[in-house]
């Protein structure tokens, strides 16, 4: 599985865009980027993935850089309730034989 | 859809005690996953099913047995518990969505071991 860099802690102000960078430069092409997140002492919540395109759900958008080398998450319009660990993982498939959970970005949204 | 359910939410247990902790899943996912989450550190996984009857271990497998007799159920057994084993049980199902696969956690299971 490729390896993913995340800033340790991001901080946004309520009701703004929350944009999240992963870098992943040793990506392979069938690898997939896949976003989760951990609200405190929750289990990890699934958000987003994609493998070449852009993609938008519900709750976020994630925007792939041409070269796949990085990657973006977008919170369109963060809430208090986003404050979370986001990991960004980079693998094959990622089904129940199992994801690799870095140590992610603390997102702090500020009221 | 109650999603993936874990129980209990809290055990503490003596070392060497045995104890099950269950996970179910309503949403007929094939995959099912164990994982520990230990203070400030990521996921491991311990063990994983592909479909019922069928089971490998993961990164962490020691002291730890599953079974899967249905699509439901993936309960974890403890056999002998040990003050390691002291961590933040999670549960996972998941499916494929093309080439790529969305894992649903439980809420996970709190155990401690004196």
């Known amino acids: 599985d490729a390896k993913t860099t995340q800033p340790p802690s991001m901080d946004c102000a309520e009701g703004r865009a929350a944009n999240l960078p992963c870098n992943h430069s040793?990506?392979?092409?069938?690898?997939?980027v896949y976003w989760y997140r951990q609200i405190h002492s929750q289990g990890p919540q699934y958000i987003i993935h994609?493998?070449?395109n852009n993609e938008t759900n519900e709750m976020a958008s994630l925007i792939i850089t041409e070269d796949r080398k990085s990657s973006t998450l977008i919170l369109p319009h963060a809430t208090l309730r986003d404050t979370a660990v986001y990991y960004c993982?980079?693998?094959?498939?990622?089904?129940?034989?199992?994801?690799?959970f870095g140590k992610g970005t603390h997102l702090i949204i500020q009221p | 859809n109650a999603g993936v359910t874990q129980t209990p939410k809290f055990q503490v247990l003596k070392t060497g005690q045995s104890m099950t902790l269950q996970c179910a899943q309503d949403?007929?996912?094939?995959?099912m996953s164990w994982y520990r989450q230990d203070p400030g550190m990521g996921l491991r996984l311990i063990h994983y099913?592909?479909?019922?009857?069928?089971?490998d271990q993961g990164e962490v497998p020691n002291g730890y047995n599953v079974s899967r007799s249905t699509t439901e159920d993936f309960p974890l057994r403890l056999l002998s518990a040990a003050p390691s084993q002291t961590s933040v049980y999670f549960c996972?199902?998941?499916?494929?969505?093309?080439?790529?696969?969305?894992?649903?956690f439980g809420p996970g299971t709190r155990l401690t071991v004196t």
């Open positions: 996972a199902s998941s499916y494929r969505v093309g080439g790529a696969y969305e894992q649903y």
């Open positions: 040793t990506i392979s092409g069938n690898e997939y």
């Open positions: 994609g493998l070449k």
């Open positions: 993982i980079v693998r094959v498939g990622g089904g129940a034989d199992g994801l690799t």
């Open positions: 949403m007929n996912h094939e995959y």
């Open positions: 099913s592909v479909g019922a009857g069928i089971t």
